[in-house]
Every structure is written in C-alpha cells, then in structure tokens.
C-alpha cells in the first residue's frame, strides 16, 4: 500500500492444532491494510511531529525501558531461582490462619463411565480387593473397556464448583472416606467415586493445596525486596537534585 508491503516474512506464523502452519487469513491482510491506511494519514497529517505526541512517545519509550531493566535486574532473577519446598513448609507454618479456607474442599479420585453396566463392573472390582488403580488400568489395557471412559481424576482437589454435576458434589460431602461410591447417574455418563480427604470452610487445608498460593507470596516478597535494594544501589549511586519553584530555600538533596 503505497510505499508500505507486507510480505511473507513479516507475518507472525500461526499453527493449528497439528502443528502446520495456517494459511494467510483475509481477516490479517485486511487489518494491515486498514493499520497502514491510518498511520499514513496521521503521517500527512504530522500527527507524529506533534509536541504532545514526542512526549507520549518519550514516556512509552521510558516505560518499555524500565519494564524490560526491572525484568533483567529484578524479576526474572528472582523468578528463576525458585523457591525451595523447607521455604514453603515454613512460610504455611507462620501464616497461622492465613491460608484458611473459604469453601468447603474435597480430596477425590473418579472415573466417569458411559454404561452403567462399566462403571458396576469396576466398583465390583474394586470392592473385590482390587487396587483402583489396578482396576482401572486392567479396563483401559481393552479397547472396548478404554472406550467406555470419559474422564478420570487421581488425588484431585475439588471445591463445589469445580465438581460438577451438584449430585456428585453432594455424593463427595455425604460419602464416608474411601468408600467406594455406588454408579451416580450424570447426564454425561455414570461416576465412581472415591473421597481421600475433606475439608470445611474455615479449616486449614493441606500445605499442597495451597503450596502454588504461598509459593506465588514468597515470590511477591522476593521480588518487592529485590526491587527495594536495586533503588538503593541506584540511589547511593546517584545525586537527587529536587527544586521546589514555590520556595526559596534552594534545592533539597538526597
């Protein structure tokens, strides 16, 4: 468009779910089109000369620049690190109460099954003495045993909205812990249902169920300290050099 092109080599690649790279959509092109058609005119216009825009500019430009110096020197030395697991443990620890639930938790494992029939068959295994695990790893070594399940979760922590359908989240409150559960109709299929561990709102929970949280605080406290001492550093380095126009008691520095 005009003196502007778009190649090939300009675009950004996207893939689709099997890894080939999609075709040039008419959406893009027309996007460029409209981008370039715009910043042209703002061009004829001298939108970019204006004083006001140079000082958006100058200030994007500093944010970019302090983001990417805050990225290097701060955050992402402290982000690759790591946090050890005693430094987690201890952290849970201290917080007290802090970590205290605020809705009620279940510790579960299930299988979803699409007959009935399957899902009976499994219980009853189980039931027999038959390690779950076992048990389900004998069903999906079949394919026809394989195709019958649609979904499974080991040692997962559930909260009412996160097990779903509302039947199979009452079945995990009502249901005595390891037993196996009779075949709950769902409009998805028949669960199976096993529950490891329940919680109350209000209760602490197990240090791994809130593990990412307190790690995701103790790297929100390493890097506002990492930050603190990098001002420091740059402070000592520095003169600050602060006028006051209102006051004639001269310059205040630090």
């Known amino acids: 468009m005009n003196n502007a092109v778009l190649t090939q080599e300009d675009l950004v690649v996207t893939r689709d779910s099997l890894g080939a790279p999609t075709a040039l959509s008419k959406e893009y092109v027309?996007?460029?089109i409209v981008t370039e058609l715009l910043f042209q005119e703002a061009e004829r216009r001298g939108v970019p000369d204006a004083p006001a825009?140079?000082?958006?500019?100058?200030?994007t430009r500093k944010r970019l620049a302090v983001a990417a110096l805050l990225q290097q020197e701060v955050y992402g030395a402290v982000d690759t690190a790591g946090i050890p697991d005693e430094a987690?443990?201890?952290a849970f620890t201290a917080a007290g109460d802090a970590y205290a639930l605020r809705e009620d938790v279940v510790q579960a494992t299930l299988v979803l099954f699409r007959d009935r029939e399957a899902a009976s068959s499994f219980r009853t295994t189980v039931l027999k003495g038959t390690a779950w695990d076992e048990a389900l790893r004998r069903v999906i070594a079949t394919p026809?045993?394989?195709s019958q399940i649609v979904r499974t979760a080991d040692?997962?922590?559930f909260t009412r909205t996160t097990l779903y359908p509302e039947e199979l989240w009452r079945l995990a409150r009502s249901l005595p812990r390891?037993?196996?559960s009779f075949p709950l109709r769902a409009a998805d299929g028949y669960y199976i249902l096993r529950v490891h561990q329940?919680?109350?709102q209000g209760e602490l929970p197990p240090l791994d169920y809130v593990r990412a949280e307190v790690r995701e605080h103790l790297l929100m406290d390493a890097r506002r300290q990492k930050y603190d001492d990098f001002i420091r550093t740059l402070r000592e380095r520095h003169t600050v050099d602060i006028r006051d126009a209102a006051a004639d008691s001269g310059a205040v520095q630090e």
């Open 198 to 200: 329940s919680f109350r």
């Open 30 to 32: 027309n996007e460029w």
């Open 144 to 146: 026809s045993g394989a």
């Open 178 to 180: 390891e037993e196996v």
């Open 88 to 90: 987690i443990a201890a």
């Open 53 to 59: 825009f140079q000082a958006q500019l100058e200030n």
């Open 155 to 157: 040692h997962r922590y």
